[in-house]
């Protein structure tokens, strides 16, 4: 029977939910999966074997181990890790310590009984999985989520990746688009559209729209540049000006929290906006289900499950027009698209749908339809099970 290793960065954090719900998804399906990650979370369940943190003994073996029983592969998988790095000495000494990382895994994977290695997200635990597959001499696949794939450093060493992976599965057309660029058209054939599903059965009852409380908004995310939370904030003043009556609860942590806050404060929305910070999973869940409307602002994006997730709950959305997010949402239908960064759009969009209360029921159950038709965890699970054995999908 087949065992398929999964690997990321850290697979017990909450962005990584998605991850969890596909691996148990594919052990419905009666896969084999055993999970590893690189670092530990601080919420550490133990579902996932953790590649730092351990005694030095380990590492030594490791070393021991390779050079004993796969010689050629271990001097072919260093020089890999010298070549596959961004340029620079900070970037070279990382690339020892990824290779050492790797001759870890791979004897792990090797006496596990692993028969393939699978990695979400090319970033450098990707880098780890690449170099590890290639000394245990197994076959090697990814999946691509997001825009930061491609930007530097992980942008710089994607073309490689593109080409050793077995196949790429993609979590968006989108980002299928941006493999493609990265890579020659002889590889294009095993990029292939896998969605990050999700579980309905899991989600909480959504709560019923009111019909004479101020529009309740919520936003999932992390608190950065890239999320555009001040231009919701712009927008949410325009809103006020105008008399609309609304209130906003912001899911999430980050660098920006106290610039943010300070905004709120300049605009004159402390009564309409309240900070919850990050919550678990279920917290998160809990917050859209009892909002009204999901608003994602964003100037860079994958394909947020947040939106699948909100969509599912049966709750219109409102999000800038990027990358994959029109592949989701049908304007008009499930929610409402406005111009990236033009937050006058983005207010006249809010205004809009604040004026169709009698709209939401419907567009949330069309929404949810949506998600039902394309976007659960065992239809992205069935998807993986034929690439691991090797068919190549349209």
């Known amino acids: 029977m087949s065992r398929i290793a999964y690997l990321v960065s850290e697979y017990d954090a909450p962005s990584h939910t998605f991850v969890r719900r596909e ?17 530990r979370s601080v919420a550490d369940s133990g579902a996932a074997s953790a590649l730092l943190g351990r005694s030095p003994f380990a590492y030594i073996a490791a070393l021991g181990w390779a050079l004993a029983s796969r010689p050629n592969r271990f001097a072919s998988g260093w020089l890999l890790s010298l070549r596959h790095r961004a340029p620079g000495w900070k970037a070279l000494l990382w690339a020892q310590f990824h290779f050492i990382e790797a001759l870890l895994l791979a004897r792990l994977l090797v006496a ?67 493999a493609m660029r990265h890579a020659a058209p002889k590889h294009w054939s095993k990029m292939t559209i896998v969605r990050c599903g999700i579980d309905v059965a899991a989600l909480p009852a959504p709560a ?32 006020k000006a105008s008399g609309a009556a609304f209130e906003l609860v912001v899911v999430g942590d980050g660098p920006l929290n106290a610039t943010i806050q300070a905004r709120v404060g300049d605009l004159g929305l402390f009564e309409r906006v309240q900070f919850v910070g990050g919550l678990p999973e279920a917290g998160t869940l809990a917050e859209i289900a009892r909002a009204d409307i999901l608003v994602l602002p964003s100037l860079m994006e994958g394909l947020p499950v947040v939106l699948i997730e909100a969509l599912a709950l049966g709750r219109p959305v409102v999000a800038s027009r990027v990358a994959g997010i029109p592949e989701l949402i049908e304007e008009g239908e499930s929610g409402y ?19 169709a209360r009698g709209d939401w029921a419907a567009m ?9 038709a394309e976007f659960l965890a065992d239809h992205a699970a069935a998807r993986l099970v034929n690439l691991f054995e090797g068919k190549l999908l349209d």
């Not at 393939?116 to 780890?128: D, E, I, K, P, Y």
């Not at 019923?208 to 992390?222: C, D, E, Q, T």
């Not at 698209?337 to 004026?355: E, I, K, N, T």
């Not at 949330?364 to 039902?372: D, K, L, P, S, T």
Request: glycine residues 8%; proline residues 4%; positive net charge.
């Open 337 to 355: 698209l406005f111009a990236p960064s033009d937050w006058r759009d983005l207010a006249a969009v809010l205004q809009r749908l604040l004026a």
């Open 112 to 178: 596990a009984g692993a028969t393939r290695l699978h990695s979400h997200f090319a970033n450098s635990g990707a880098t780890v999985g690449m170099i590890a597959a290639h000394v245990a001499q197994l076959p090697w696949s990814l999946t691509l989520h997001g825009i930061s794939e491609t930007d530097y450093p992980a942008g710089l060493l994607l073309a490689e990746k593109l080409e050793r992976a077995s196949f790429v599965a993609c979590a968006s057309y989108f980002m299928r688009a941006q």
């Open 364 to 372: 949330g159950e069309a929404g949810r339809q949506r998600v039902v």
């Open 208 to 239: 019923a729209h009111s019909v004479s409380s101020p529009a309740r908004l919520v936003f999932v995310g992390r608190l950065s540049p890239e999320k555009g939370l001040f231009g919701l904030l712009d927008a949410l003043a325009v809103l």
């Open 23 to 39: 691996v148990a998804a594919l052990r419905e399906l009666g896969v084999d999966v055993l999970p590893f990650s690189v670092r």
